[in-house]
């Protein structure tokens, strides 16, 4: 149990039970969708992005209780933020969550999104906390295609 | 092959005559299975995803090392000792095969990497052959993915229809609706024996009966139906029916298609190069014989020696006996997970066998998938590469867990209580 309490954090479960900007967002003019093929988790990001900066963002979509948290905690942590802090702030996100972060300050500036390390220690789930980044970055790219986590 | 080979075979083969046994002996039977001993997370392995692979016995672990240990050799060509050797084996794996399944010939017996090629295989030879502009291929509500595509692509090649047979919220196709969509524009039906997501068993024998009654063949997909339950083609009347060895004990990568002689005969070859021909030269090629004909390239020996061990390791327990305690695992499972506050069966069909899919009030099956891992159980949680089955019951996805001859009550009990885990969790 001690194990699974570093996976399931109270922050992650009440976020996957009450997700934030948990909606569709009218002035979005960025978009995209993301598939986690292997156990049907998909998501929509909505992004109105202002010049370099994310005005708003939100999220709706179903899956599982990681996937579900972790977007909904991306959209809080990112709103305001430039293209640029968002990406390394993802990168800093996906290196906590694979175990490639080597030191405390890897983590700096990554805030409440930190309660996703325990993840590193389930290898396959990882993807259901990425997915939603992964679908910001194609978003924020301006891909047409759905992502997938494949 | 020589009667005096055919006598040594069947010497070297003591699967065959071990007694029905009166009581099904779980924990006996687990000591054949070396994988099953060991811990996971430092609790025992309750593996309960046996429908998407099942554990191998010794004998099928020892068939294939004792194969490229002594038997090592390229088949159908060699004049020497080795390559003779050899060759009996696999056919000999062939012939284990052909009593399995009561087919009448050993070449109605094609082996292929798995059902997924067998259905394949017929798509490509006898769809592509029959299917045209218009015409229409009738499956069910509830198949996998590898009995979807095939068609899909032959019907958008063609301009063809791909027609589907709808499910009842039990899961329970609805027979009516099949034999309406059996229409004068129907080339083939393709249907699953046993539904991988579900459980749920077709009644295919009528089923067939009704295709039949059309003159429309028809393809069973077996891949779900083998370990479980007796499958005799000739009492089925099926035209084809495919399944894969690695979900019957034996190893990944062999399969089997049974397909009619006369159906076989007609049918152009699938993949073409060695061993399929009898005589080529630049202008013309002449086919070989079946089963050889759909056999091009060296095949997977040791997997079908292996197979052929699986087979008789299965008949050797009863098939029977086998069913019947597969049947009480499932009942009991199903009255057990169901009672559990907040748990939902999906599939509730009358005739089921081997698989029990569930979801949880606000748990996403994949989390439940994870905590049960903590737990040493291993089950799946997905879609089952049957998509159109989550969408036909409106959710993402379930959990499932299935039943093989060497799980107990006890691992079931394991279940029941991880689900409750579960709900702590998530409390």
């Known amino acids: ?150 | 092959m020589s009667t005096a080979t055919k006598k040594k075979l069947a010497q070297a083969r003591p699967a065959q005559a071990r007694p029905v046994r009166l009581h099904f002996d779980v924990e006996k039977i687990r000591e054949d299975f070396p994988i099953l001993r060991q811990k996971i997370r430092g609790k025992p392995l309750v593996y309960l995803d046996n429908a998407a692979t099942s554990q191998k016995p010794q004998v099928v672990i020892n068939a294939i090392t004792r194969f490229y240990e002594r038997d090592n050799a390229n088949i159908h060509r060699g004049v020497h000792f080795l390559s003779e050797h050899a060759t009996e084996e696999h056919e000999a794996a062939r012939a284990d095969v052909q009593q399995f399944l009561n087919a009448t010939h050993s070449k109605e017996i094609l082996f292929v990497r798995g059902a997924t090629e067998a259905v394949n295989l017929v798509a490509q030879t006898f769809g592509r052959a029959h299917v045209g502009s218009g015409d229409e291929v009738l499956i069910t509500g509830m198949e996998h993915h590898s009995n979807i595509v095939p068609w899909q692509l032959l019907c958008e090649e063609k301009g063809a229809r791909l027609r589907v047979a709808p499910i009842s919220d039990q899961g329970e196709l609805l027979l009516d609706e099949f034999s309406a969509l059996l229409g004068p524009r129907t080339r083939i039906a393709a249907i699953t024996h046993v539904s991988n997501a579900l459980g749920t068993v077709n009644p295919v024998r009528r089923m067939i009966e009704l295709a039949h009654e059309r003159n429309v063949p028809v393809l069973v997909d077996g891949a779900q139906a083998v370990p479980h339950i007796k499958v005799d083609v000739q009492a089925l009347d099926c035209d084809f029916y495919a399944f894969s060895g690695h979900k019957v004990y034996g190893p990944t990568g062999i399969g089997v298609l049974y397909g009619k002689c006369a159906l076989l005969e007609a049918m152009p070859p699938y993949q073409s190069g060695g061993d399929m021909i009898s005589s080529v030269t630049f202008e013309k090629t002449i086919f070989n014989k079946l089963p050889y004909k759909f056999e091009a390239g060296t095949p997977n020996i040791s997997g079908a020696i292996g197979l052929g061990a699986a087979i008789r390791y299965l008949n050797g327990l009863g098939i029977d006996n086998v069913a019947a305690h597969e049947h009480e695992l499932l009942y009991h499972a199903a009255a057990a997970v169901s009672a559990v506050p907040g748990v939902r069966l999906v599939g509730t069909a009358k005739d089921k066998a081997g698989v029990l899919s569930f979801v949880m009030e606000d748990v996403h099956p994949h989390d439940v998938g994870t905590i049960l891992d903590q737990e040493g159980i291993a089950i799946r949680t997905g879609h089952h590469c049957s998509q159109p089955v989550m969408q036909r019951f409106n959710i993402p996805a379930t959990a499932r867990a299935s039943f093989a001859l060497y799980n107990t009550r006890e691992e079931v009990d394991a279940l029941v209580s991880g689900i409750r885990k579960v709900r702590e969790v998530f409390a």
């Open chain 1, 1 to 150: 149990m001690a194990d699974l309490r570093e996976l399931y954090q109270d922050v992650i479960l009440e976020h996957s039970k009450a997700p934030r900007n948990y909606r569709e967002l009218a002035s979005a003019n960025h978009k995209a969708e993301g598939f986690n093929p292997l156990c049907g988790d998909h998501f929509t990001i909505y992004l109105s992005l202002d010049g370099d900066s994310i005005r708003d963002i939100a999220f709706q979509g179903s899956g599982c209780a990681i996937s579900k948290a972790s977007a909904s905690m991306m959209t809080q942590s990112l709103k305001g933020k430039t293209r640029a802090e968002a990406a390394k702030i993802f990168g800093q996100f996906h290196d906590m969550v694979t175990g490639h972060a080597s030191s405390e300050s890897d983590q700096a500036g990554l805030g409440k999104l930190t309660v996703f390390s325990g993840v590193s220690e389930f290898p396959a789930r990882v993807k259901c906390a990425t997915l939603a980044w992964h679908t910001l970055q194609a978003a924020i790219e301006g891909k047409q295609e759905a992502i997938s986590t494949e």
